[in-house]
């Protein structure tokens, strides 16, 4: 299959990729608001996974101003098993997660629940 055709089919995610071809990361582990600031700072960034979408992949320059306007406020807590989507502006909301490559930064996973 063609990446750059390729669009995400289920969640939670298996495995992350790029046009050119699927990465050798990991997901790591759930992560809430003080972590993904952390991992932001540190100069990672997001890619967004939504069923019958590509990954939109967000560009560095672009995370600290999409993470105000987007995931922030729809963020579901790291330590919450279960949650109620109508609770978030637009009904609909993102669980996080960072994955791991050794040869990059990390990665902040959005997953979209709606």
Known sequence: MD????IVVSLPLAELWTDSGPLHAQRAE???EAEIVQL???GSTFVVAAVGKPLQWVPAADRFT???AEPKCRLVPAD???FDIGSYPGSYCYLA???RNPS???????EVHH
């Open 30 to 32: 759930r992560v809430g």
């Open 80 to 82: 919450v098993d279960s």
């Open 97 to 99: 997660s960072a994955w």
């Open 104 to 110: 990059s930064l990390p990665i902040v996973v959005l």
């Open 66 to 68: 999409f993470w105000k």
């Open 3 to 6: 990446a750059a055709r390729r």
């Open 40 to 42: 932001l700072q540190g």
